[in-house]
C-alpha cells in the first residue's frame, strides 16, 4: 500500500472528459484508494486556459484524488497563479536544492518560497536531494519531504515492496525539532560566505585558545555580526 503520482500533460488536462477518464481508470481499479492518487503538472500546463484547467483539477478533486505542482520556479511560476490553482504539494525544482548550500541567492529563495508555500497549507516538495548534507537544512527550511537519487533511484515496480520495508532515513534527518530557526540560519550561512577567510582565522584561534586575531569582520556590514548583536 503506497501512493502513486502520475505525470499528467498539457494536451491532457485541455480534454473535455480529463476527469471523467481519471473517474473510469479508477473504477477499473475498486482496491485503489483514490487519495492515494498523485497528479502532477508542471504550471506551463495551466497556461493559456487557466479556468478549464483549474475546473478540470477540481472534479478530479471531488473524486479524492490529489495534485501537484512540479519543477516550481523555472518556468512561469508565480505566487499568485500558485493561489488560485487547487494543489496539495508544490515540489520545488531541483535547480535550487542543489545549489542551496552553495549558493546563498539559492538559499534565499528556497527560504522564501517555503515562508510563502507553507501557509497556503500546500506541502512543500524538495527535488534533487542527492546528498545527505541536503537534509538538515531542508529541514531547518520547513521543508520535510524530498525526493532523489539519496532516498532511491528508479528502479522495476516489483523491487518497490523490499526497498520500502528496508529504507531508513538517514540519522541526521530524523529530529524531533528543528535546530535553529529559518533566519538563523539563513544569516549563519550568508556571514559564513560574506566573511568566510576572516571567520576561518576566529575560529582557528578561538579554538586553539589563542588571542583573537586583530583583523575581525566589520559587525555594522557583516550579516553574522549583526546576528551575533541580536538575541538570535
Not at 115 to 129: D, H, S
Not at 159 to 172: F, H, Y
Not at 174 to 190: E, F, K, P, Y
Request: charged share 20%; with cysteine; proline share 7%.
Amino acid at each position: 500500500h503506497t501512493r502513486v503520482s502520475v505525470n499528467v500533460a498539457a494536451i491532457q488536462l485541455k480534454d473535455p472528459d480529463f476527469a471523467e477518464r481519471v473517474s473510469k481508470a479508477l473504477l477499473r481499479h475498486p482496491a485503489v484508494d483514490p487519495r492515494d492518487l498523485t497528479l502532477e503538472m508542471v504550471e506551463s500546463a495551466a497556461i493559456g486556459d487557466t479556468e478549464r484547467t483549474i475546473a478540470a483539477m477540481q472534479e478530479t478533486r471531488r473524486l479524492g484524488v490529489r495534485w501537484a505542482l512540479d519543477d516550481f520556479g523555472t518556468g512561469y511560476s508565480s505566487l499568485t497563479h500558485l493561489q488560485r490553482l487547487p494543489v496539495d504539494e508544490v515540489k520545488m525544482d531541483q535547480s535550487f536544492t542543489q545549489a542551496a548550500l552553495a549558493d546563498m541567492t539559492s538559499l534565499s529563495i528556497m527560504n522564501g518560497l517555503a515562508a510563502a508555500i507553507l501557509p497556503m497549507r500546500r506541502a512543500l516538495v524538495a527535488e534533487g536531494v542527492d546528498d545527505v548534507s541536503q537534509g538538515p537544512a531542508l529541514l531547518d527550511l520547513g521543508c520535510s519531504i524530498g525526493q532523489g537519487y539519496i532516498i532511491a533511484r528508479p528502479m522495476p515496480p516489483e523491487e518497490l515492496p523490499a526497498w520500502i520495508s528496508t529504507w531508513r532515513p538517514d540519522p541526521a534527518w530524523q529530529r524531533t525539532r528543528v535546530n535553529l530557526r529559518r533566519w538563523d540560519h539563513l544569516l549563519l550561512l550568508a556571514g559564513w560566505q560574506e566573511e568566510e577567510a576572516h571567520l576561518v582565522q576566529l575560529a582557528l584561534g578561538t579554538l586553539q585558545s589563542e588571542a583573537p586575531p586583530t583583523s575581525l569582520p566589520d559587525v555594522d556590514r557583516c550579516r553574522l555580526g549583526l546576528w551575533c548583536n541580536v538575541p538570535g
